[in-house]
């Protein structure tokens, strides 16, 4: 008994699937499960049915069910869906990762200086709700999703579509079918931890795979007839795969989704499970195989498919007249959130004027610049079509970051200053509403500190503060601190000594074009420079070169287009400064007026996806009193952010050539023989030496000549890398070794 009624529900089952696909209204709905980059299957399956001509009629998903769901209904083919995201670079959107030149200089240079940031309020630590505020992720939706900003109700879109997220207060399913196509499957994908909750109307939503991620019932509900089903979900692993903890928390998460699968599949008029159990929800490198492991498994279907064919249909062409606009105008602007932060700054730092013709581009790098400033937990958006009228207009929602204080840390090794670890504390709107004041305390071989206070006013002039303070042991050259006829007398060609160095600075900013930044201000200067080694003082068994405090005036330019401070692969640099010396302290008994003058300019490009150049020239010469020799020019070393007038130059220990006058040029070639690895060689040409621009000596072949051959590795607290210099003047190798980010 139990046998035959098995055969009739079979039998049934097929009649009616059968009675279905020969109908000529027959209704075909799509529905696609979450899987992270195992969804990347499901553009293997468009390709498939586009290429039959299988015409869909309503398409519902779930996570990345949802996002490729989402592009295939508002027009997209499987074959378009497949050049766009073989195009993504999946790091950077995930980790959303911002370009440099999208950051102001104050926040490019405390980026590249800090491994970790945790946000810190009342003396405790708080963690952020997720490794990702998904900034990039919504940039590209709506981008993808521009041709249809205008229609909210989302059954009106090409092809009618539905997309599940999850009330994370509630835990129950949330269905979205209007509103903000970017933003709704923006919250149906957001997978907790690594992308913060969506707000949509006072709901907090997060990926609606936890739990829905096949939402079959719900497309049977709009009247569908039959219904193609794509799961890329996991399966239960065995015991012989359960091998960690992780691996058994994963284990216990599915137990509720492949049950409910179980009974899903049965509800699947064609059921589509591509073989992706070697691919993990991270492996979006792996995004072609798994792609055509969609295509693969849809192929294996190909005569239930056929039977949903018109004899007169074709493949399914492109609903979309063109790809998303390279330029837009943008018409009104309309502001929604900002509290602490006028429309004026936010207006300024997106860089916008109405009724403006700019590039998609242009529009996506405001945003970029406005997200930099870390101001914002959140800005979404929507350019909706302007009535009567070409062009949009933007509505903004933005979430002002309610916590303004940071703990952060990092960690360094170099030749210099030796071992180093970086705490350091920031506060945000400290005095002002666009003020940030910071202090790093580096504590290991040599004790520093740096505080600084800023006021930004962007493209007005901002006010800055700052006080460093540097101290380090090293051989010096003695010409920087003994003049000739004392070296003759003594004998020494270097000297063991310490130096201490502690400036203060106040000075006004201010931008032009972005990425010019033009300064101006005072400067204090506390130089101690001692040594044992000429000792004649039997209680403090130090002599004392220079124990003076300087004041100055100073003035800069800086432009800095680099795509990356350390390996750049594109982008000019220049970094022009002068400072005039008025007043010493009595230490420096012959002091007299004099400036100095310098300035450093670099080109890097690229000439494949792995090699690129960079070239670089600098000088700089000193004006009026030659006598000060403490603050003369001294090349030698590797790194960056040396401090007063020290050049690294490979080939040569730290301040082994000094003058008071100096050109220099370098070219280095950056081979990424893997992601993140990079195979350096490195060449620097110098002549350096006391008025070389009076003598002429400047315009000649160089004295100084040296290389590098280097090997480098990018980590989450900085460069790590090796480089093996020589020196054919000396003869000799100089090894050079650092960890993390210069500071």
């Known amino acids: 008994m139990k046998y035959f009624l098995t055969c009739l529900i079979f039998i049934l089952c097929f009649e009616g699937y059968s009675q279905n696909t020969e109908k000529d209204d027959v209704k075909i709905g799509l529905v696609l499960s979450g899987g992270g980059a195992k969804g990347l299957a499901h553009i293997g399956v468009l390709k498939v049915i586009d290429s039959l001509g299988v015409k869909i009629d309503y398409v519902a998903g779930t996570s990345m069910g949802a996002i490729i769901g989402s592009l295939y209904a508002s027009g997209y083919t499987g074959k378009q869906l497949d050049s766009i995201f073989n195009e993504i670079d999946f790091d950077t959107l995930i980790n959303d990762d911002l370009p440099r030149a999208s950051k102001a200089f104050y926040e ?5 200086k800090y491994a970790v940031t945790l946000p810190f309020e009342n003396f405790k630590i708080k963690l952020p709700s997720a490794l990702s505020r998904g900034q990039n992720t ?4 709506s981008k993808l999703t521009l041709h249809v900003s205008e229609i909210n109700d989302f059954s009106k ?31 149906s994908g957001a997978l907790p931890t690594l992308f913060q909750p969506v707000i949509i109307d006072g709901q907090m939503l997060i990926d609606g795979g936890v739990v829905n991620n096949y939402p079959i019932d719900g497309l049977r509900a709009k009247g569908m007839d039959i ?58 490198s792996e995004g072609s195989k798994i792609i055509e492991s969609g295509k693969q498994a849809t192929i294996a279907k190909m005569d239930a498919l056929k039977k949903l064919t018109d004899k007169n249909s074709s493949e399914i062409k492109s609903k979309i007249n063109s790809k998303a606009k390279d330029s837009i105008i943008i018409n009104n602007i309309v ?86 670890a970086l705490v350091n504390l920031t506060k945000k709107r400290w005095l002002f509403d666009n003020d940030v004041a910071s202090l790093d305390i580096i504590l290991g071989d040599n ?12 493209f007005y002039w901002s006010i800055g503060l700052k006080s460093r303070y540097n101290q380090f042991n090293k051989d010096i050259n003695a010409k920087l601190l003994l003049d000739d006829a004392q070296i003759s007398g003594s004998g020494l060609n270097k000297i063991d000594a310490k130096l201490q160095d502690q400036t203060n600075q106040i000075y006004l900013q201010t931008l032009f074009r972005k990425d010019f930044a033009l300064s101006a201000g005072l400067e204090h200067k506390r130089l101690e420079v001692k040594t044992e080694t000429l000792a004649t ?34 982008g000019v640099y220049f970094n022009g400064d002068l400072h005039m010396y008025l007043f010493a302290s009595s230490f420096n008994e012959s002091f007299d007026n004099f400036s100095i003058a310098k300035a450093n300019m670099g080109y890097a490009f690229s000439v494949s996806n792995k090699l690129a150049f960079n070239l670089q020239t600098g000088g700089g010469f000193k004006i009026g009193d030659k006598s000060t020799r403490t603050l003369d020019f001294a090349l030698g070393g590797n790194g960056y952010n040396l401090i007063n007038n020290f050049i690294p130059f ?15 040029a370098s070219l280095t070639a950056d081979y990424q023989i893997f992601k993140k690895h990079h195979i350096t060689l490195e060449g620097n040409w110098a002549n350096v030496e006391d008025n070389i621009f009076e003598t002429g000596e400047w315009f000649t072949l160089p004295d100084y000549r040296g290389y590098a051959l280097g090997y480098a590795i990018e980590t989450f607290v900085g460069p790590i890398q090796a480089k093996y210099s020589y020196s054919p003047e000396q003869g000799r190798s100089y090894w050079f070794f650092n960890v993390g980010f210069w500071y």
């Open 447 to 458: 004790v520093r500190y740096n505080l600084e206070y800023f006021i930004d006013k962007g």
């Open 227 to 284: 219904i193609i089903g794509v799961d890329v979900q996991d399966g239960l692993a065995s015991r012989e795969e359960l091998t960690s903890a992780p691996d058994v928390l994963v284990q216990i998460n599915n137990f509720r989704t492949i049950n409910d699968m179980k009974l899903k599949v049965k509800k699947t008029d064609i059921y589509i499970k591509p073989d992706i159990k070697e691919y993990s929800v991270i492996s979006f």
């Open 537 to 570: 003082n039997n209680e403090t068994n130090e002599f004392v070169f220079e124990s003076t405090d300087y004041l100055s005036v100073f003035g800069g330019l800086k432009l800095d287009t680099y795509d990356n401070k350390y390996f750049p692969k594109k």
């Open 157 to 187: 879109l090409p092809i009618p579509f539905f997309c599940i997220a999850t009330d994370i207060e509630t835990g129950q399913a949330v269905m979205l079918d209007s509103g903000n196509l970017a933003q709704s499957i923006m919250a």
């Open 138 to 141: 919504y940039a590209l939706f």
């Open 335 to 420: 502001i929604k959130g900002n509290k602490q932060y006028t429309r004026a700054y936010i207006l300024g730092k997106l860089r916008l004027k109405t009724n403006e013709k700019i590039s998609y581009d242009y529009f996506n790098s405001g945003i970029n610049n406005l997200i930099a400033t870390n101001n914002f937990d959140s800005f979404e958006y929507k350019l909706k079509n302007s009535e009567n009228k070409e062009g949009y207009n933007l509505t903004a929602n933005l979430v002002e970051t309610k916590i303004t204080s940071f703990l952060k840390l990092g960690l360094h090794f170099d030749d210099l200053y030796k071992s180093a």
């Open 108 to 112: 490019r240079d405390n980026s590249e």
């Open 650 to 664: 490979v080939g040569y220990d730290f301040i082994s050539l000094t003058g008071n006058s100096f050109v220099k």
